[in-house]
């Protein structure tokens, strides 16, 4: 079965400090987005992106937040200034349309941890 | 966004049949009803999905009665390997949302 990829799969970082996830999602989908996950808490939406440009985004996706489709296969997502609070695994999915009708494929998600 | 609730854990035996009941009152008309499982440390998996009555695939089986303002997820002979959070979604055209699902434990 196809999947998601996400690198790295851990990464500490000092507090300030701008940290970039990598994902590549499935070749043949055409919606992307990332989800983040805080120890113990659940699943939350931070952005859609879809034909180069967001979608949507959730509260928590502010200006130190962005996304970006360098090439044809990786999909990022930038943190300007890391807070102690950014601390969570970070999931990056994609899907071939758009949901609901549709599922998501989920990445196994990149551990991120501020100091 | 149509709510959900379901239950915060169930506890099951190894062979057992394991019923996992969303309630989601104010579905609309155009929502679709759809179930995911994550393990920890790793992504949420997509179960199942259905609009109405019943569906089934290779995993498992979704039963939605007529007024669908519920949902039934069934893991039929579950084994240790099904202890998970299961996810109960309804949406329509917006982005799927996560509740807190519902931890299943399977001993043996």
């Known amino acids: 079965e196809p999947e998601v990829t996400q690198t790295p799969s851990h990464q500490v970082t000092q507090m300030g400090q701008e940290v970039i996830l990598r994902c590549v999602p499935i070749?043949?989908?055409?919606?992307f987005y990332w989800y983040r996950q805080i120890l113990g808490q659940k699943v939350e939406f931070l952005v859609s992106?879809?034909?180069?440009?967001?979608?949507?985004k959730s509260e928590i996706f502010d200006d130190q937040f962005s996304v970006e489709r360098p090439d044809g296969s990786n999909f990022t997502l930038k943190i300007r200034s890391t807070k102690l609070e950014d601390s969570a695994m970070y999931f990056c999915?994609?899907?071939?349309?758009?949901?609901?009708?549709?599922?998501?494929?989920f990445g196994s998600g990149t551990q991120l941890s501020v100091l | 966004l149509a709510k959900t609730t379901q239950p915060i854990s169930m506890d099951s035996y190894e062979g057992q049949e394991v019923n996992i009941t969303c309630s989601h009152n104010?579905?609309?008309?155009?929502?679709?009803i759809t179930w995911y499982q994550q393990f920890p440390s790793q992504g949420p998996r997509f179960i199942i999905q259905?609009?109405?009555t019943k569906v089934t695939n290779e995993v498992a089986s979704l039963f939605i009665p007529a007024d669908r303002k519920s949902s039934t997820l069934s893991l039929p002979r579950v084994s240790l390997s099904d202890t998970a959070v299961y996810y109960c979604?309804?949406?329509?055209?917006?982005?799927?949302?996560f509740g807190k699902g519902t931890m299943l434990l399977v001993s043996p």
């Open positions: 992106f879809y034909n180069n440009e967001i979608s949507e």
């Open positions: 979604l309804v949406a329509q055209y917006s982005t799927l949302t």
């Open positions: 259905g609009y109405k």
């Open positions: 070749s043949n989908h055409l919606y």
């Open positions: 104010n579905i609309a008309t155009n929502d679709y």
């Open positions: 999915a994609s899907s071939e349309v758009r949901p609901p009708n549709e599922k998501l494929f």
